[in-house]
């Protein structure tokens, strides 16, 4: 099973994918993950990403192209991937299409969650990261037992650098202008399916669960 999740910042891309990585055993692809990682390693891949990922504009296609495809030769032999994150521009999804098909592989949905600006700007300036893990939480809408602490793992919380208000707003407006042609991309194909994300997390979580159970042999 291939699967992209799709949507603004904040969507609730991440919270939905830990879910579902684990319920069906999935490869989990975020770019921006690895990206983050990278910057932290202080690798060349982190140096050539951080500028960008600072002023919240999007790292150049062929860097997360690369990145990508290495991670889906690596997934192949196992039951499958989410991505998170990517494609981002059409140029990305093109080169996908071509990545998959040198491969034998094809997508079998892409999750578009639609949430509104609003809340989503609420929700990522809110929104707190484990250290350790990755496991996203909100001050608000999702918060940890105990304040700043990890409930899975007990790793330490913070906030992204990127979810100031000033760099949320240009991601949004980057979504805009550069990811949101994706959804006539991939409604062309006939392989986008909308999930409202303005709804609780179990309930968002229980849609797209429905969706993936339907359409499996
Ligand atoms: P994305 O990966 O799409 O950028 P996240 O999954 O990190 O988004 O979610 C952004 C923030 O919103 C996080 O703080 C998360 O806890 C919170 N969140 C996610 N889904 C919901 C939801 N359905 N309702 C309220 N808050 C949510
Ligand atoms: P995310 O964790 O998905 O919110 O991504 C954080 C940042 O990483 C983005 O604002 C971009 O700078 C960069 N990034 C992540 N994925 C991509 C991608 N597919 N293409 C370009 N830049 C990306």
Redesign the pocket.
Do not use: I
């Given at each position: 099973m291939l699967i992209i999740l799709l949507g603004p910042?904040g969507a609730g891309k991440g919270t939905q994918a830990e879910r579902l990585v684990s319920k069906y055993n999935l490869d989990y692809i975020?770019?921006?993950?690895i990206?983050r990682n990278a910057i932290k390693s202080g690798s060349p891949l982190g140096k050539q990403a951080r500028g960008?990922?600072e002023k919240?504009?999007?790292?150049p296609d062929e860097i997360?192209v690369g990145i990508v495809k290495e991670r889906l030769m690596e997934s192949a032999s196992r039951g499958g991937a989410l991505l998170d994150?990517?494609?981002?521009?059409v140029a990305?999804a093109r080169s996908l299409d071509d990545v998959l098909q040198e491969m034998g592989l094809k997508l079998d949905h892409v999750i578009h969650i639609e949430v509104e600006e609003e809340e989503l700007i609420a929700r990522l300036t809110g929104r707190r990261v484990c250290r350790d893990c990755g496991a996203n939480y909100h001050i608000k809408f999702n918060s940890p037992k105990v304040r700043n602490v990890c409930d899975q793992c007990g790793g330490e919380l913070y906030q992204r650098e990127?979810d100031s208000l000033a760099t949320v707003t240009e991601?949004l407006a980057v979504y805009k202008k550069q990811t949101e042609p994706l959804i006539d991309y991939y409604a062309a194909q006939k392989l986008i399916t909308t999930i409202n994300g303005n709804q609780e997390i179990d309930a968002i979580f229980t849609e797209i669960c429905t969706l993936l159970d339907q359409q499996k042999p």
């Open positions: 910042p975020a770019t921006g993950d990206l960008y990922m919240g504009q999007l790292v997360v994150g990517f494609p981002r521009t990305q990127d991601r």
